[in-house]
């Protein structure tokens, strides 16, 4: 027996019980059985609309890549086709004693080179590239996995100098690069 939670009557089965509660208790069958429904709906709907802006909306493409990020991507197997071969060379000094320039910067294990690479620890850089482009000694951070700022140099902080030729450079991410330049990166840390 089903006893009616409102007025105790006692019925044979449940849907009796409803039926009753429809018809005599319309609101507490409104506030038992249809309310949660309606809760519900109300919340998806709501839910909806808050997200459709995010759903309808075009996604963001990454930026294409220029040129010349294309070629500092690039890994050449030869010489071969060469537009451009220049050799800067870079020296480093951190509180007046010399950094060597490592060996290999942008050489693959299997001996594929980048546009700008070394190949010892000479400091010399070397740029060979299929397409003439002006590249800088950013670009030759970025393959090598450093970063300049105006107060440090990879780990080494303090003041910064950067002279291309013997003339100082205020922007050396900017400076691009010349066959036979002599650079060099110097930092104060004390």
């Known amino acids: 027996m089903n006893p009616c939670?409102?007025?105790?009557?006692?019925?044979?089965?449940?849907?009796?019980?409803?039926?009753?509660?429809?018809d005599k208790h319309r609101g507490y069958f409104f506030v038992r059985f249809r309310l949660p429904w309606l809760a519900l709906a109300l919340v998806l709907a709501l839910g909806a609309v808050?997200?459709?802006?995010?759903?309808?909306?075009?996604?963001?493409?990454?930026?294409?890549?220029?040129?010349?990020?294309?070629?500092?991507?690039?890994?050449?197997a030869g010489h071969e086709n060469l537009a451009m071969h220049i050799h800067p060379k870079l020296r480093i000094f951190v509180d007046g004693a010399e950094v060597k320039v490592p060996a290999n910067i942008g050489i693959a294990p299997d001996g594929r080179m980048r546009v700008i690479h070394t190949h010892d620890e000479t400091?010399?850089?070397?740029?060979?590239?299929?397409?003439?482009?002006?590249?800088?000694?950013?670009?030759?951070?970025?393959?090598?996995?450093?970063?300049?700022?105006?107060?440090?140099?990879?780990?080494?902080?303090?003041?910064?100098?950067?002279?291309?030729?013997?003339?100082?450079?205020?922007?050396?991410?900017n400076y691009v690069l010349r066959d036979k330049d002599e650079l060099v990166l110097e930092v104060f840390t004390r």
Not at 125 to 144: A, Q
């Open 50 to 76: 808050a997200a459709f802006p995010y759903l309808s909306s075009p996604k963001e493409q990454p930026p294409a890549l220029s040129e010349k990020d294309k070629l500092l991507e690039t890994y050449m």
């Open 123 to 173: 400091g010399v850089i070397h740029i060979e590239s299929p397409k003439y482009m002006d590249f800088t000694f950013g670009d030759f951070l970025k393959i090598w996995g450093k970063n300049l700022n105006s107060t440090c140099f990879d780990s080494y902080c303090g003041r910064i100098r950067f002279t291309a030729n013997g003339v100082e450079v205020v922007d050396p991410l």
């Open 5 to 22: 939670p409102k007025c105790g009557k006692r019925f044979e089965s449940q849907k009796g019980l409803n039926m009753h509660l429809r």
